[in-house]
């Protein structure tokens, strides 16, 4: 059966990295005749410039009919001052909601190599290998009522943090599965000592433990975890967290690593459907310039041949490119150490020659 995967560029860098992770995957098709089908939409700004919304109603059908989406990136600074329903990053907002994608799987990885690009030192970063598994749907970023009233001195804002039993269970599911097939350690993150909803939500996941034997599960403040990712972030296997502390967490443990731009992730629903991008963002002040790092993009297309395309193998074997690129000494500006970096078309022709001597190995 043709599995159909969708291409979302966005906005800036979007752009130029999906340009390289296609030419991947193209060889990947070509290469071992997978039965793909590839179709290309705007989202964020550029879909708002050219038809008026940020996310089509034809982009959105496109994407609930797709088996995998490639996400690039969405925002400017000239979409700022849009209103909350036009700006860009409701792409990304509402293909969450729309597709349900309710796991977001954030791993946070140092090839050693790069172990002076990062901000933390050499002994405490080396080795980092973390999954973060954010919940995406729901928690104060989706939950009602929320608004803004300037009918009343003085006007406030207010919003919802919200989870129901079954929101909890799915997540936390998901991040136990993924303990037992790494190191078998889950840190749950909440601020149980000040908020109603973190008490419910550790005594769920605390419920849930049982059931999980061999997976030693721990509970930490976020405020707490997030000054430990700094100090020893090796203590760590599988974070489990909210959607608010997991968006910071992921943040903080994507910085470890040096560079933003060599890192995936994955948003999955119940049905294995999910949207792939990498955590950079839109980085408008190198766009167009052909510097950006589209590692992470490449590296995204591996995790949907993995969960998405039953293409394990491939995934592998991109994962597998991709250290030896690094081992090989290869460097995009973001990791270079000198001047003599990689301009980003460059970048996967190089995965490709390494993907062509595996085979022939």
Avoid at 226 to 233: I, K
């Amino acid at each position: 059966m043709t599995k159909k995967i969708l291409i979302l560029p966005g906005d800036g860098i979007g752009q130029e990295v999906t340009a390289s992770a296609q030419e991947v995957l193209n060889y990947l098709m070509v290469e071992n005749a997978l039965d793909f089908s590839i179709t290309h939409m705007d989202v964020g700004g550029t879909a708002y410039e050219k038809h008026g919304s940020p996310l089509p109603a034809n982009v959105l059908a496109e994407a609930k009919a797709s088996d995998a989406i490639l996400f690039g990136a969405v925002g400017a600074p000239q979409w700022d001052d849009l209103d909350w329903d036009h700006r860009p990053e409701q792409a990304l907002l509402g293909l969450r909601k729309e597709l349900e994608l309710f796991a977001n799987l954030r791993p946070a990885f140092l090839f050693n190599e790069l172990a002076s690009a990062s901000p933390i030192k050499n002994h405490i970063i080396e080795n980092l290998d973390i999954l973060i598994v954010r919940e995406l749907t729901g928690g104060v970023y989706f939950g009602e009522p929320r608004g803004l009233v300037t009918s009343e001195s003085p006007n406030y804002a207010f919003n919802t943090m919200i989870y129901n039993e079954d929101e909890i269970r799915r997540i936390a599911k998901v991040a136990f599965e993924a303990a037992q097939k790494r190191n078998g350690k889950l840190c749950s993150v909440e601020k149980a000592n000040v908020l109603e909803v973190s008490k419910f939500w550790r005594a769920i996941v605390t419920d849930m433990a049982k059931d999980y034997p061999d997976v030693e599960l721990s509970h930490q403040l976020a405020d707490n975890t997030a000054m430990q990712l700094v100090l020893n972030p090796n203590q760590f296997d599988v974070i489990v967290a909210s959607n608010l502390f997991g968006d910071i967490l992921s943040d903080i443990a994507a910085t470890l690593s040096g560079s933003i731009g060599m890192l995936p992730s994955a948003s999955l629903n119940s049905t294995s459907q999910g949207m792939y991008e990498p955590c950079h963002g839109s980085a408008p002040d190198i766009a167009g310039q052909n510097i950006a790092n589209p590692i992470a993009m490449i590296a995204s297309l591996a995790m949907a041949l993995k969960y998405s395309l039953n293409e394990v193998t491939l995934a592998e074997r991109i994962d597998n490119a991709i250290k030896t690129f690094i081992a090989n000494g290869h460097r995009t500006k973001d990791i270079s150490t000198d001047n003599n970096s990689l301009n980003t078309n460059e970048v996967a022709p190089l995965i490709i020659e390494i993907l062509k001597n595996d085979s022939t190995n």
